[in-house]
C-alpha cells in the first residue's frame, strides 16, 4: 500500500518536472524559433535567434558604446539614442525584426501600416513585459479592451480643453516661481550667468501635476511624486536584474523598498480620494482639479460602470508618470533648441511680446500663438519624449501585405519615422520649424509620419494639457530672458523613459568644474557686496559671513585671509554643517520613534520650559533630557563614522613606533559602541548614562568624540547642537510621532551616516 502511494507521488513529482522542462524549452527555444520561421516565410529580415537572451546583449553593448560619448550639438543623434535599431534599419530595410529575449519584436515604419496598428486597439495591445513596471505605469496606460474604454470614458472630461483652461493660471504660478528663481539668480550676477535649466524646469512639471490633479493637497502631492521616482528608479534596477529567474520575488532590500514606497503612495491617495468622498457626502462643492473632475465623472456612470476607489488611485499615480518628465524633456529640448536657432528664439520672443506684451499669459494667446506652435512641433519631431510605441499581438494578425503570428510584439520608432528622409525629405534631420507652418496634416501629408503623442483611439489623453502648459513656460521664459548654449553644455540626448540630455561620466568632471565654478561665482559676487557696502559706511551684518569678514578685516595687515580664501570658508559651511546636522536630526526622529517613553520625556521637558511659546537660547541651554539624548544618538549613530590622520615622519604613540607614511583611523563609531568601554548594553539607546554629563559617562576617556577632539574639535559643535534642540523643541512641541510601517532601517554611509531609504515616520498633531 505504502509502496504504491509512494509510487504515486514520484510518478506525479516526475510528471511535474517534464511539464516544467517542456514549457521551459517551448518559451525559450521550440516557440521562439517557430516565430522566426513563420516570419521569415513572410519575407521579413531579421536577427538570428540567440537562446533566451536574443538580442538583448547586442542591444545593449551598442548602446553603452554609444552612450560612452557626447556628440556635437550639429551631429545626428540617431546613432547615438537608438543605434541598434538604426543600424538593424539599415541593414534589413524598413520592416525588420529583433529579439527582445525569446520575443521577436517587428520594427514598423510604412505609415500606413503604423495607422493601422494604432486604429486596432482591440488587437494590438500594450505589451507587459515587466510585471514590476506595473507599481508605476499602471492604469489608463496599461489596460486593454472593455476596462480601458470604460477608464477613457471616465477620464476624458478631465482633460477637455474646457477644464484645462481652468487649470491655466495654475500652470502660470508653477512656471512663475521658476522663472522668478532663474531671475533672481541672473540678476545677482548682473545681467547674465550660466544656469542648468533642467532641475527648474523638472520642478514646474511636477508643480504643476501636483497642484493640477490636487488642487490644495498639492503637498501630499509631492510625497507622491517623489516616492514614484523613487519607484521609478528602483523598478529600472530591478528590470535590469529580471534576467535572475524569481528576482522580484526575492526579499532583497531593494524588492522591501520598492513595496514599501508603492504602500505609502497608495496610503496618501487613499487617504485623499476618502477626504472628497466624505467632503462631498458633506455637501460640499466637488473640486476643479484633476482628482476632483475625475471623482465626478465616475459618480455619473451608472451603476457597477464606474470605477474602483483602487482604479481611481492607480489613474492619480499614472498623471504623475505620464505627464510630468514627458512634459519637462518637450521644455528641455526646446531651450536648447531655441538656444541653437537665435533667429527662431527671436521670432517666438516677437510672437509673445505682441500677444501679451510684458502681462500674463492666457488660455487665448496661448492657443494663438502660432510661431510657437510651430516651433514645438518640430521639437517634438526631433525630439520626441517617447522614441518609439510598443504594442503586442495575441493573435494572427494581417498587416497591409503582411500576416503576422500571435506572440510578436510590434516596434513602431517614433523617433526614426520622425527623422526619415525619406518622409520628410533630405533635411529630416535639420531643425525647421517651417514645415508646420501649414499644421500637421500638411507637414505630414495627412500621413501617420508624426506620432510625438501616439495616434488614433490610445493617443496621449494629456496632449493638450502638455502643449498648454508647455507653451505658458515658454511664454514666460521668452518674456524675460533671452539664453544660448553655455560652454559647458554637452550634447548628449539619452533615454531612459524618456529622451533627455545626459550627462555622461566622462564628463561629468566639466560639469564638476561649471558648478563649482558658479558656487564660487556666486559667493564672490556676496563678499563684494558685503566689502562695497561695508567701504559705504553701513554696519556689518551679523550673519556668520558678516561676523567672519570683521574678523578677517580686524587682523594685523598681512595676517588676514584673501577673498578666495574666505570664499572657500563658506563654502565649508555648507558641505560640513548641512548634512552632519541634519543627519543627527533625522535619527534623533529615528530613535525617539523607537522610543516612545523618551519621547514623551523629551516633550515633558520642552513644555515645562517653553511651554508652546517659542524656545529661545537660555530656555535650550537648559534641556537636560534633550542633551542626553543628542549625546546618545551622537554615540550610536555618529554623522561621522571615521576620522583619519596621516604622520609624515616616524611617532611614538603610547606604546607603539609608527613609520612616517600612514594613515592612522580612528573608527568614531565602533569605539563608541564598544563594550569593552561602554559596558555589555553599548549597543542600546540608553540616554540615561549621559545623566551626569560626558566626563562622567566617558569616564574621562577619550571614547566619545562625534565632533572629534582637542585643537581640531568641530568649530560648529555648539551651532550644530543649538540648531538641533532648537528644531527638536519645535518638533516636539507640535506632534507626536512613530516610525510608518513603511520605514526601512538601512543605516548607510557615503559622507555621513545616513538612512539610505529616507526616514518614513508618522507625525501625529498635537
Ligand atoms: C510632451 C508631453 C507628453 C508626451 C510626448 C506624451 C506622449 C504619450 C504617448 C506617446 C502615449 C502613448 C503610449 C502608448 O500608447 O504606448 C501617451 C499616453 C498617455 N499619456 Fe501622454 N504624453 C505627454 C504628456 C502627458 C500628460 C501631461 C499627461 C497627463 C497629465 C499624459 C497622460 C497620458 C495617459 C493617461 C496616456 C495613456 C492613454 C491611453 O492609453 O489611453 N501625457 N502619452
Not at 7 to 31: D, G, N
Not at 407 to 421: C, F
Not at 706 to 727: D, S, Y
Request: aromatic letters at 10%.
Amino acid at each position: 500500500m505504502q509502496t504504491s502511494a509512494a509510487t504515486v507521488i514520484v510518478s506525479v513529482a516526475i510528471a511535474v518536472v517534464l511539464w516544467w522542462i517542456w514549457r521551459t524549452l517551448k518559451w525559450v527555444w521550440f516557440e521562439p524559433k517557430m516565430l522566426e520561421s513563420y516570419l521569415r516565410r513572410q519575407g521579413i529580415p531579421g536577427t538570428p535567434y540567440t537562446l533566451l537572451i536574443g538580442d538583448i546583449k547586442r542591444d545593449h553593448s551598442t548602446l553603452m558604446e554609444a552612450r560612452s560619448k557626447p556628440i556635437k550639438v550639429t551631429d545626428d543623434i540617431i546613432p547615438r539614442v537608438l543605434p541598434f535599431p538604426s543600424h538593424m534599419l539599415k541593414t534589413y530595410g524598413r520592416t525588420f525584426f529583433t529579439w527582445l529575449g525569446p520575443i521577436p519584436t517587428i520594427t514598423i515604419t510604412d505609415p500606413e501600416q503604423i495607422k493601422d496598428v494604432f486604429n486596432k486597439v482591440y488587437d494590438f495591445q500594450k505589451p507587459h513585459t515587466f510585471p514590476l513596471s506595473n507599481l508605476i505605469v499602471s492604469g489608463l496606460f496599461s489596460y486593454e479592451g472593455d476596462k480601458w474604454a470604460k477608464h477613457r470614458r471616465i477620464i476624458n472630461p478631465a482633460f477637455h480643453l474646457e477644464k484645462i483652461k481652468n487649470m491655466v493660471p495654475v500652470f502660470h504660478q508653477s512656471c512663475r516661481d521658476v522663472v522668478g528663481q532663474w531671475d533672481k539668480i541672473v540678476s545677482e550676477k548682473g545681467s547674465s550667468c550660466e544656469v542648468d535649466v533642467w532641475p527648474g524646469l523638472m520642478s514646474i512639471t511636477e508643480d504643476v501635476i501636483s497642484r493640477t490633479a490636487f488642487g490644495s493637497s498639492y503637498k501630499e502631492g509631492h510625497r507622491i511624486f517623489e516616492l514614484q521616482t523613487e519607484l521609478a528608479q528602483l523598478i529600472i534596477q530591478a528590470v535590469q536584474k529580471s534576467y535572475i529567474p524569481g528576482y522580484r520575488y526575492l526579499p532583497t532590500k531593494d524588492n522591501r523598498r520598492i513595496k514599501a514606497a508603492a504602500r505609502e503612495a497608495q496610503v496618501i491617495l487613499r487617504g485623499l480620494v476618502n477626504k472628497r468622498l466624505s467632503a462631498r457626502e458633506a455637501g460640499e462643492a466637488p473640486h476643479e482639479d484633476l482628482l476632483g473632475i475625475l471623482l465626478e465623472s465616475n459618480l455619473e456612470q451608472a451603476k457597477g460602470n464606474g470605477m474602483s476607489i483602487d482604479d481611481v488611485i492607480e489613474e492619480c499615480k499614472l498623471f504623475y508618470f505620464a505627464g510630468q518628465e514627458t512634459t519637462s524633456v518637450l521644455l528641455v529640448w526646446t531651450m536648447i533648441l531655441l538656444s541653437q536657432h537665435q533667429d527662431w528664439q527671436a521670432r517666438a520672443r516677437e510672437e509673445v511680446k505682441q500677444v501679451f506684451g510684458d502681462k500674463e499669459p492666457n488660455t487665448e494667446g496661448l492657443n494663438h500663438l502660432k510661431i510657437m506652435t510651430m516651433i514645438i512641433n518640430e521639437v517634438l519631431r526631433l525630439y520626441p519624449p517617447v522614441t518609439h510605441v510598443k504594442r503586442a499581438i495575441h493573435k494572427e494578425m494581417k498587416l497591409g501585405d503582411l500576416t503576422l503570428p500571435g506572440g510578436v510584439h510590434i516596434s513602431l520608432p517614433t523617433m526614426l519615422v520622425q527623422r526619415d528622409t525619406q518622409l520628410w525629405g533630405n533635411d529630416a534631420a535639420e531643425f525647421k520649424p517651417e514645415r508646420f507652418k501649414d499644421g500637421v496634416s500638411k507637414a505630414t501629408k495627412s500621413q501617420v509620419s508624426f506620432f510625438p503623442f501616439a495616434w488614433g483611439p490610445r493617443i496621449c489623453i494629456g496632449q493638450n494639457f502638455a502643449l498648454l502648459e508647455a507653451k505658458m513656460a515658454m511664454a514666460l521664459i521668452l518674456q524675460r530672458f533671452s539664453f544660448e548654449l553655455s560652454p559647458t553644455y554637452v550634447h548628449a540626448p539619452y533615454t531612459v523613459f524618456t529622451l533627455h540630455p545626459q550627462y555622461l561620466p566622462t564628463k561629468d568632471n566639466r560639469r564638476i568644474k561649471a558648478a563649482a565654478k558658479e558656487t564660487h561665482d556666486i559667493l564672490r559676487g556676496l563678499v563684494n557686496k558685503r566689502l562695497r557696502a561695508r567701504e559705504a559706511g553701513e554696519a556689518p551684518n551679523e550673519d556668520l559671513l558678516g561676523i567672519l569678514l570683521e574678523s578677517n578685516l580686524g587682523q594685523a595687515k598681512g595676517n588676514g585671509m584673501s577673498i578666495d580664501d574666505v570664499i572657500e570658508e563658506c563654502k565649508l559651511f555648507y558641505f560640513a554643517g548641512q548634512e552632519t546636522t541634519s543627519v543627527l536630526l533625522v535619527w534623533t526622529m529615528i530613535l525617539l520613534s523607537q522610543h516612545q517613553d523618551w519621547q514623551a520625556r523629551a516633550r515633558e521637558e520642552v513644555k515645562q520650559v517653553f511651554g508652546d511659546k517659542e524656545p529661545d537660547t537660555e530656555g535650550l541651554n537648559h534641556l537636560k533630557i534633550m542633551t542626553m539624548i543628542i549625546n546618545e544618538v551622537i554615540r550610536l549613530y555618529p554623522p561621522v563614522t571615521l576620522l583619519t590622520r596621516t604622520i609624515h615622519k616616524e611617532m611614538k604613540l603610547g606604546d607603539l613606533t609608527l613609520p612616517g607614511g600612514v594613515q592612522i583611523n580612528l573608527p568614531i563609531m565602533l569605539v563608541q559602541r564598544d563594550t569593552q568601554l561602554w559596558g555589555n548594553d553599548a549597543a542600546e539607546f540608553k540616554p540615561e548614562r549621559f545623566e551626569d554629563g560626558v566626563s562622567k559617562a566617558t569616564k574621562s576617556q577619550v571614547s566619545f568624540f562625534p565632533f572629534a577632539w582637542g585643537p581640531r574639535i568641530c568649530i560648529g559643535q555648539n551651532f550644530a547642537l543649538l540648531e538641533a534642540k532648537m528644531a527638536m523643541a519645535l518638533i516636539l512641541q507640535r506632534f507626536s510621532f512613530e516610525l510608518s510601517p513603511t520605514y526601512v532601517h538601512a543605516p548607510y554611509t557615503v559622507f555621513t551616516l545616513h538612512p539610505q531609504y529616507g526616514a518614513h515616520l508618522i507625525l501625529h498633531k498635537l
